[in-house]
């Protein structure tokens, strides 16, 4: 249960720091490449998290 907890807390840092990156756009839209990679990458981290999850709980 240690290791599927850092998981998930990494899988929800991911993704508070997409809806941060996304307020980020929204407040100023020039900003939309930087903010655009932050919350590409994020994604991936977090399906990578849930794809780990999903392994481990087999």
Avoid: D, W
Avoid at 22 to 50: C, D, H, R, W
Wanted: hydrophobic content about 55%; overall charge positive; some cysteine.
């Amino acid at each position: 249960m240690k290791g599927l907890l850092i998981h998930y807390i990494i899988g929800i840092c991911a993704i508070l720091l997409m809806l941060a990156a996304t307020y980020y756009i929204i407040e100023n839209p020039k900003n939309l490449i930087s903010g655009g990679i932050i919350i590409l990458a994020m994604f991936f981290v977090a399906v990578g998290q849930y794809a780990s999850i999903r392994h481990k709980k087999k």
